[in-house]
């Protein structure tokens, strides 16, 4: 059974930190590249991270370049998005997705909320 699990959200203070990890069972996740998503309520889904198969990082949104870092650990099968300097624009679901040309798997989202 294919499964991508989200976890590590929160509320956290402004100017706080979460790390956000999704961990993959069921397929060959080495094989795949991350991409990370968010969703705000009222706004449509925005990539905000990607990340090669091999830990190439590809691309970050640009709101959030210097402040996340995307990151993966094949051998855990888990990819990882570490947040600093949290903004509460940053609150929404985060989603990680890992697509192929062929497969397309998606998490069930972790809830991130950035208020004081």
């Known amino acids: 059974q294919v499964q991508l699990v989200e976890s590590g959200g929160g509320l956290v203070q402004p100017g706080g930190s979460l790390r956000l990890s999704c961990t993959a069972s069921g397929f060959t996740f080495r094989s795949f590249p991350v991409i990370w998503y968010r969703q705000a309520p009222g706004n449509e889904r925005e990539s905000v991270a990607a990340i090669t198969h091999t830990g190439v990082v590809m691309e970050y949104l640009d709101s959030v370049k210097g402040r996340f870092t995307i990151s993966r650990d094949n051998d855990k099968n888990t990819a990882y998005l570490q947040m600093n300097s949290l903004k509460p624009e940053d609150t929404a679901v985060y989603y990680c997705?890992?697509?192929?040309?062929?497969?397309?798997?998606w998490g069930q989202g972790t809830q991130v909320i950035v208020s004081s």
């Open positions: 997705n890992a697509r192929s040309l062929f497969d397309d798997y």
